[in-house]
């Protein structure tokens, strides 16, 4: 068994796992991951087939177009992993599938709190059996209601959004507190230098170094913001303190 140093691990299982894990070695998941805040790994379904060819996918039961990934090589791998890296315990896990719940910030915490791992399965082809998920999946989830290739690329967003609130994989909690979907207000305008650009200017408030008032309008943009792009997200927020009352009343005002 490997023991568990790191903060958080997820295992993918793919059958694509060298531009999976390049992308998930990268940058800031890439840094945290040689600090052991992370170990993000991901597992050829291949290497886990009984089949001499190699082969992990054949034709549904039913009839239909396409293939489905077979339960027998899923479960191998899963298994595998479990022993591996968890002394054989059950590990928390998930399929990325269009019939899962939506995937969103909220989730993410969910996951970040609850557990220190994950198992991660990427569907191809028509999907997977049915029996492997009965048997060893914990839950679904969707990135949105479209539908792609693969689920590397929703395991890749899960990953980096779950992983990036570990401990010490950002520099401080702020980094991700104050970003939209943290409590459904979407994030205010960024800007940086030069001040003038293309006749556009950064507003005059950010200049100021007052750093009570720019938290005040960056609040107010959020408002904004959410209120014009996410109606739906603007109507679950409390605005019941004094202070939201009194930036709502400027917002009418258009008080700046």
């Known amino acids: ?3 568990m140093k ?26 945290a991951q040689e600090r052991d805040y992370l170990k993000i790994e991901c597992w050829q379904l291949r290497d886990f087939t009984t089949n001499k060819q190699n082969q992990v996918d054949d034709y549904p039961y039913g009839g239909g177009h396409g293939a489905v990934l077979q339960a027998d090589p899923l479960y191998r791998c899963w298994q595998h992993i479990c022993d591996e890296t968890n002394g054989g315990e ?30 991660l399965v990427c569907g191809h082809y028509e999907g997977i059996d049915q029996r492997f998920i009965d048997e060893c999946v914990d839950e679904e989830i969707s990135l949105g209601d479209f539908v792609l290739t693969g689920g590397e690329i929703a395991a890749m967003a899960v990953t980096d959004a779950v992983c990036r609130m570990v401990p010490g994989v950002l520099s401080d909690p702020e980094c991700y507190e104050n970003e939209s979907h943290w409590d459904n207000l979407l994030e205010y305008p960024q800007y940086s230098r030069p001040e003038v650009w293309h006749g556009r200017a950064v507003p005059k408030i950010l200049l100021s170094g007052h ?13 904004v913001r959410t209120r014009e792009r996410r109606p739906d997200l603007y109507a679950k927020l ?14 009418s005002e258009n008080i700046w």
């Open 6 to 31: 790191y903060r958080y691990r997820v295992d993918i299982i793919t059958l694509f796992p060298e531009t999976t894990g390049d992308v998930l070695c990268e940058s800031i998941l890439g840094r």
């Open 1 to 3: 068994m490997t023991e």
């Open 211 to 223: 750093h009570a008032n720019v938290e005040k309008w960056r609040r107010k943009m959020s408002l």
């Open 238 to 251: 409390d605005l019941s303190s004094k202070a939201d009352k009194k930036l709502l009343k400027e917002i």
């Open 90 to 119: 059950r590990v928390h896990t998930i399929f990325m599938s269009p019939c899962g719940v939506t995937f969103n910030q909220q989730k993410a915490k969910e996951l970040v709190t609850n557990y220190n791992h994950l198992i």
